[in-house]
């Protein structure tokens, strides 16, 4: 079992849906981020958090410590979101684990 | 100021070949990580240099080295190339419980 799960691994929306990405660990973390990946590989860090929430323009993203568990929203999706998006955890011993990414594709 | 830069951008090898791969840090970042993304995986953590010295690492084989210099830049060697070593091997750096800055990688592909 992998120690970051993601779901959905892909997925679909027209433009302007709400599009919600989960990500489920099972380690003790220091921090979670997401990030984006382009095609052609290049990566971009989101957000990084410990705990709550935080917001950056569209984006939204929230971490539940008791639950394991955190969400990246995107509201009024644009085909310019269409990326892979990674959550990645550190845990407490400084190592990452990386979830395997959800595949995002919006349409106009 | 320059983001974290890789170099090269893509290099091809054969099998049982040695390569170097490169990162220079963003500026002001001391901790440099190195990750190996297969085609359609997510990153893997291969090992973080802090300080010149490994502070911790993945599960990848001894084949799999690496330096950081005293300017914080650093180097990914890895030895005895296999074919499915073939992957884009990224560097990200960061400062403290900073945001990790990502460069844009280099494919390396080995035949």
């Known amino acids: 079992k992998n120690e970051v799960e993601q779901s959905p691994q892909n997925l679909t929306a027209q433009e302007g849906e709400f599009i919600t990405i989960n990500c489920s660990y099972s380690?003790?973390?220091?921090?979670l981020h997401w990030l984006q990946q382009h095609p052609g590989g290049g990566i971009v860090s989101l957000f990084m958090l410990s705990s709550g929430k935080k917001k950056h323009g569209r984006l939204i993203a929230t971490i539940n410590i008791q639950e394991k568990h955190s969400s990246l929203h995107i509201t009024a999706s644009h085909p310019r979101d269409s990326a892979v998006y990674i959550c990645a955890v550190l845990n407490t011993g400084n190592q990452f684990y990386f979830g395997t990414g959800t595949s995002l594709t919006v349409i106009p | 100021d320059a983001g974290v830069t890789q170099s090269p951008t893509h290099l091809i090898k054969t099998r049982g070949q040695q390569v170097t791969l490169r990162c220079s840090p963003k500026?002001?970042?001391?901790?440099v990580s190195w990750y190996q993304q297969a085609l359609g995986q997510g990153p893997q953590f291969i090992f973080q240099?802090?300080?010149?010295?490994?502070?911790q690492r993945g599960n990848f084989p001894d084949r799999f080295s690496g330096h950081q210099f005293p300017n914080y830049s650093s180097e990914l060697n890895v030895n005895a190339l296999l074919l499915g070593d073939s992957a884009l091997y990224l560097c990200?750096?960061?400062?403290?419980?900073?945001?990790?800055?990502f460069g844009s990688g280099t494919q390396l592909s080995v035949l």
């Open positions: 240099y802090y300080e010149e010295e490994e502070r």
């Open positions: 500026s002001g970042h001391d901790t």
């Open positions: 380690v003790g973390i220091s921090a």
């Open positions: 990200a750096s960061s400062f403290g419980d900073e945001k990790l800055f």
